[in-house]
């Protein structure tokens, strides 16, 4: 194969992954710099009154901001901070802490793993 075919390659399986998510977790991280004080870095929170939302589903967690952008689901400090974020931003949010680690893995949440 000569560079060119690899290069084309490349960029494909990069578009494709990048379009299955939803979201771009690279662009959510840079994003989420607001929310690592109440939901920690690793999407681990800091406290037992937020919720843990590393290695959540990532379409669990884009359903949970559009609810609170659109007033569907009542929470005044969450609504507060989706109200500035775009569809984009919510979905990138989503992708970036989906994409951790997180509690939930490791715990009794997931299926299958008790
Ligand atoms: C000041 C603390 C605080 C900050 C900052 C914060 N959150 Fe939250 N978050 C909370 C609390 C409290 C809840 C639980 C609200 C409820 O009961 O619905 C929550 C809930 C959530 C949920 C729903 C989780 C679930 O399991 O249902 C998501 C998703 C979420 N936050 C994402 C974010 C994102 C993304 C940011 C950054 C843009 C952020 N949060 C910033 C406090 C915070």
Do not use: W
């Not at 084309?8 to 607001?34: E, F, P």
């Not at 290695?55 to 609170?68: D, P, R, T």
């Amino acid at each position: 194969m000569n560079r060119t075919i690899v290069a084309t390659v490349i960029s494909i399986v990069l578009a494709a992954s990048t379009a299955q998510a939803g979201g771009d977790a690279a662009a959510g991280k840079d994003k989420a710099a607001a929310c690592v004080a109440c939901h920690g870095e690793a999407g681990i929170s800091v406290a037992p009154i937020y919720p843990n939302i590393g290695g959540q589903y990532a379409n669990y967690l884009l359903h949970s901001l559009q609810a609170y952008k659109s007033g569907d689901r009542q929470n005044a400090i969450m609504q507060g901070m989706v109200a500035a974020l775009s569809e984009q931003d919510m979905e990138d949010l989503a992708a970036h802490f989906s994409s951790l680690e997180g509690a939930l893995k490791e715990g009794s949440l997931r299926p299958g793993k008790h």
